[in-house]
């Protein structure tokens, strides 16, 4: 099993930079591709990046190519999604989870983290 807990959200100006955090508990952690996705209130939860269990494929979303770049290091259980050039659009919270299969598609992953709210201001 994996728990994963999100930090780094915050309140950024338009144009700003923010780097989110994903620390994974337990030591299978490179047996996973991770993922990053958003929920904006009223909106379904949507794929943002995803990065492959040894870190050599990465995906994003059209709206963020070019603007958030997705790591990990397995040896620190922890993967980032570094943001530049935030759009009001952008805010959302942002969710890590983790699954076997590398995919974009959230009901496939099986584990979690709780959420960091990231807030854009125009």
């Given at each position: 099993q994996v728990q994963l807990v999100e930090s780094g959200g915050g309140?950024?100006?338009a144009g700003g930079s923010l780097r989110l955090s994903c620390a994974a508990s337990g030591r299978t952690f490179s047996s996973y591709a991770m993922g990053w996705f958003r929920q904006a209130p009223g909106k379904e939860r949507e794929f943002v990046?995803?990065?492959a269990r040894s870190g050599d494929h990465?995906?994003?979303t059209d709206s963020v190519k070019g603007r958030f770049t997705i790591s990990r290091d397995n040896a620190?259980?922890?993967?980032?999604l570094q943001m530049n050039s935030l759009k009001p659009e952008d805010t959302a919270v942002y969710y890590c989870a983790a699954d076997r299969?590398?995919?974009r598609f959230p009901k496939?992953?099986?584990y979690w983290g709780q959420g960091t709210q990231?807030?854009?201001s125009s």
């Open positions: 309140l950024v100006q990046a995803a990065i990465t995906y994003y620190k259980n922890t993967v980032w299969v590398l995919t496939e992953y099986d990231v807030t854009v």
